[in-house]
Structures are given as structure tokens and as C-alpha cells.
């Protein structure tokens, strides 16, 4: 059973997830320019999940996007990959991660990947 007093927590928690947006914007645009330029250059991707899996590798040795966590049992701090498929990533990180991926693509295939589409003058992110 739900307080008022909890529920701004509990909205802002849910507020600061990833977006659906976010996620259709990385699998439905930024994935399939990418793996229609890797094509291009001769490589084959089994599906996207392949192509995802070697970008997040990719992006782990050079281009990383880190967020600094803390042990709940040590306190010592450590360092963690952002990646689209992390439940617990946020909003803010999500669409760090995406701008990672694009500037890696850019670079390694010299693709252009669109930007999000505009509804109501507000960039879907």
C-alpha cells in the first residue's frame, strides 16, 4: 500500500529510467545505420543483439561511458559501463550512452546516424 508520501519517490523514480523513446530512437535507427554500414564494409552481424554486443566491447576499450558506484557492503568505489540494456541506468546516462555510440560510428564506419525526430518541438529522448 502506497502513502502519499511516498508516491513522489516512487514517480521519480520511475521518471528517471530509460524511455521507451530512448531505446526505439538506439534499436530502430542508430542499430540498423550502423549494421547497413558494417555491411557495407564486408562484416556480418548475426542480428542486432551481435551488432550491440561488439559495439558495448568497443565502447568499453575506447569510448567508454563509466558511472561510479559504491560497494554497499566495502563502500569502495568502482567504476560500471552504461549500456542501453541496463535496467538500472537513468535518462541521462541512457542518452550518454547512445551519443557514445553514435560518435564511435561516426568515426569507425563514418556513418551519420539521424538525430531523434521532433514532436511539438521537443526532441524525443
Not at 511516498?6 to 549494421?35: D, E
Not at 567508454?64 to 560497494?71: D, N, Q
Not at 546516462?93 to 514532436?119: G, L, R, S
Request: with cysteine; aromatic share 12%; hydrophobic share 35%.
Amino acid at each position: 500500500h502506497l502513502s502519499k508520501y511516498h508516491l513522489p519517490f516512487f514517480s521519480m523514480a520511475i521518471s528517471q529510467k530509460p524511455t521507451f523513446n530512448q531505446r526505439g530512437y538506439y534499436w530502430l535507427v542508430v542499430i540498423p545505420c550502423i549494421r547497413k554500414a558494417a555491411e557495407e564494409q564486408g562484416q556480418c552481424y548475426k542480428d542486432d543483439k551481435d551488432l550491440h554486443s561488439d559495439i558495448k566491447h568497443a565502447l568499453k576499450d575506447n569510448h567508454a561511458i563509466y558511472v561510479e558506484k559504491s560497494s554497499l557492503l566495502t563502500g569502495e568505489v568502482y567504476r560500471e559501463v552504461v549500456s542501453i540494456s541496463d535496467d538500472k541506468g537513468d535518462k541521462e546516462n541512457t542518452a550518454k550512452y547512445i551519443d557514445a555510440v553514435i560518435n564511435w560510428a561516426a568515426e569507425f564506419y563514418e556513418v551519420i546516424v539521424p538525430e531523434p525526430v521532433k514532436v511539438n518541438n521537443k526532441k524525443v529522448n
